[in-house]
Nanobody
């Protein structure tokens, strides 16, 4: 089992940057594929980015390609989401998620993940 805790959210102006962090508990973090999702008020939770256990493969939603970068540090049990060129429509609560997977895949559907953090608020002002 793994527990997840996000941090790094806040208020930023359009065009600015934020780096979200997700700290994971457990000795076997390296066996989990990880993902980031966002949920805006009144909307469904949506996929943002995902990364395989090794960091060798990544995937992004079309809306964030070229602006966001997901990465991980298995030695530190951390996964990150670097968000650049932020837009007001990026405003949401961002969640970190984990699924046990050693195949090298990443996952884009929320239903595929077993563990979730509490979320961190990102607000982008225009």
């Amino acid at each position: 089992q793994v527990q997840l805790a996000e941090s790094g959210g806040g208020l930023v102006q359009a065009g600015g940057s934020l780096r979200l962090s997700c700290a994971a508990s457990g000795r076997t973090f390296y066996t989990y594929a990880m993902g980031w999702f966002q949920q805006a008020p009144g909307k469904e939770r949506e996929f943002v980015a995902a990364i395989s256990w090794s960091g060798g493969t990544t995937g992004y939603a079309e809306s964030v390609k070229g602006r966001f970068t997901i990465s991980r540090d298995n030695a530190k049990n951390m996964v990150y989401l670097q968000m650049n060129s932020l837009k007001p429509e990026d405003t949401a609560v961002y969640y970190c998620a984990a699924v046990l997977d050693y195949s090298g895949n990443y996952y884009t559907r929320g239903a595929e993940y077993d563990y979730w953090g509490q979320g961190t608020q990102v607000t982008v002002s225009s």
